[in-house]
């Protein structure tokens, strides 16, 4: 009985592979999980969710949740917070999709935060994306986003000559260091969100007196919602009083 049920599987694992390489030869094979084109996808929905990405605590690799990572949809458009290891394949299983990012915030610059922005700018470089990225954080969020085009270099310079490139990855992406203390400042606005930042209590204060580095507490508010991220942080009294803003018209 179970040799008669593993020649059927392997006969239907057959099938389908002999399909698809039948397919292929047709030119007919377009990917089952591709997105309809444009004009076919319906409207994205209005209003404001929270997708999180990953919510691996601290820095390791694990089978079951990829690290930091969250975005604010607001009316179709994702904003980024954070970037750990799995966030690009996190947003292509929720159906976002690394090319619809064009604006990101780190909250601090530890690995399990940032480990796959070299990764997700390089693959948005070679996608053809043709609108800037931006990235926005504390103090070395520039030098970061910096060094991720160093670690892509090669690749630009073969693809420049092998494919007749012509866009500098300078051109499209951007690193912004965020001057923040321990009242809330506005980072970033536009017509669909307003971003207010401030420190927290993730490093301690004997770390904080050697170094110019920083981890943030982000607030977003829409039209619909408004959305506190923490950080990495023990008690924060600064994360209460970003909680409790109420930021001017």
Known sequence: M???????????RR?????AASLATLGLAAPLLAQPPAANRPEPPRGTRLVMLGTRGGPG????????????????VPYLVDCGYGTMRALVAAGIGYQ???TMFFSHLHDDHTADLAAMLSHQWTGNKTTPTHVYGP??????????LAFFRANVEIRMIDEGRTVAPEERFFGHDIEVGNDPVRAFADERVVVTAVTNTHYPERAVALMRHRSL???????????VFSGDTAYSANIVKLARVILAS
Request: glycine share 8%; proline share 0%.
């Open 217 to 227: 507490g982000y607030r977003f508010e829409t039209s619909t919602r408004s959305i």
């Open 15 to 19: 099938t389908v592979f002999e399909g």
């Open 100 to 102: 619809a990012v064009s």
């Open 2 to 12: 179970l040799k008669v049920l593993r020649d059927r599987l392997m006969l239907t």
């Open 61 to 76: 690799v694990s089978l079951d949740r990829s690290e930091t990572a969250s975005a604010v949809v607001v009316d179709g």
């Open 139 to 148: 103090y070395a969020t520039a030098s970061t986003v910096q060094g991720a």
